[in-house]
């Protein structure tokens, strides 16, 4: 009786042990499956969406990170590096040398590497973001960091001055390249690569110079001359709407990747006010350079002895990128030796209406990165009449035919001893002569003339790597002079005040 019962009550209890065993796994199953649920629809929400949840509680931890870590990437770079470094030197040696020539400052005669070593310290990539904004394409944004140990040596010649070899020590560089994969249906499925530095955030160069058995008194304002031609070159070249094309294979088209122009902007100096006077004896002789592209530079004439400068110059200037790209005016004063900079003013050319013609008054600054400047007293103000036209397709294709030989009269004119390099402003008052893109405002002056074609000024620079298609003409068309409304803005401080007119 007594071993019956025992089974009877063993078979129950082991009965209830897995009903409960049961209840206890369909139970946590269903909680995981809600937390799964609750943490996807969580995963869903944007920043936002939580601090509408949360409230003032919503913790700081909490991040949206846009790039991802790529340890693996950064490990198997450290190992190539000493590889990559010893290529990467032979081709900027070739590439960049020809910049360093065409975007040589005035006073320099000679601007070369004596020794170019990148070190044995490898770029981190501290993340990448990948895109798809364009169908046939993959865009992927790099987040580069390097802080290495590299050996540039630049050999600085000027007038009646020997060699001076410069030093750049602690580089750094901070940066977002930008590199477009154009996709194809044959094998590597890669048809080209686009390689470009994002304009935001700005690309940072850091370095210090130091002369090698010299002193940079030698050379006053070397320094800031070095820091204007890199700043030139990386802007101008490398940044964003600029961009090297890489084609991967044999006949490939890649003329969907150029950079094309997009609009002419007519630019007509009118007058400033209230200049700051950097002489002694007298008053400063002003005049104002205008560009988009530093490589190609336009300036007014000189008007002597005056605070109050009235000019009613025009110039034409080609865009390339209406969403990324500033005029930069520059109001420097004439002087014996290197001309003193009276005051810059930038105009972002996304502000500007196509077809309208407006009047602007910009506040003068020292310089367009404030930070660095310890004088922040007023530099007066530059008037100006701008008008911008939108290129159609025929006129974008024109402008691409046409800039190479623009191009090549501009070299000739360097040849010729008429500038000293391609980077020198263009004094302006000759007007085009043709159809389609021409140049105003691009006489050279010191009686050089030229019948029969306007001069302009295209970029276009060659590396190993690829091709440089970032291109610029200061052109003249006959087309798109409509013009309706008016009216004058001031800038300052990053806003825009309006004026009637």
Known sequence: MGLISGMVMGMLLGIALMAGWKYMMTHRSIKRISKAADIKLLSSLKR???RKICGDSFPEWISFPVFEQVKWLNKQLSKLWPFIADAAEVIIKESVEPLLEDYRPPGITSLKFSKLSLGTVAPKIEGIRVQSLKQGQITMD????????????????????????IQLKDLQVFTVVRAIFQLTDEIP????????LLAEPKPQIEYILKAVGGSLTALPGLSDKIEDTVTSIVTDMLQWPHRIVVPIGNNIDISDLELKPVGKLTVTILRANDLKNMELVGKSDPYVVVHIRPLFKVKTKVIDNNLNPVWNEMFELIAEDKETQSLILEVFDEDIGDDKRLGVAKLPLIELEAEKSKEIELRLLPSLDMLKIKDKKDRGTLTIQVFYHEFLKEEQL???EDEKRMFEERKKLKE??????????????????????????????????????????VGSGLSKAGKFMGRTITGHHSGGSRRSGSSTPVHENGSVKTKSS
């Open 48 to 50: 936002d969406d939580l």
């Open 416 to 457: 010729a001893g008429v500038i000293g390099s391609t980077v020198d402003a263009l004094d302006g008052a000759a007007a085009a002569v043709g159809s389609g893109v021409g140049m105003v405002g691009s006489g050279i002056g010191a009686g050089v003339g030229f019948v029969g074609t306007g001069f302009g000024a």
């Open 142 to 165: 790099i987040d580069l960091r390097w802080g290495g140990d590299p050996n540039i040596i630049l050999g600085i010649q000027a007038a009646h001055i020997a060699c001076i070899p």
């Open 398 to 400: 024109f402008a691409l």
């Open 189 to 196: 499925c890669i048809s080209a690569v686009v390689v470009a």
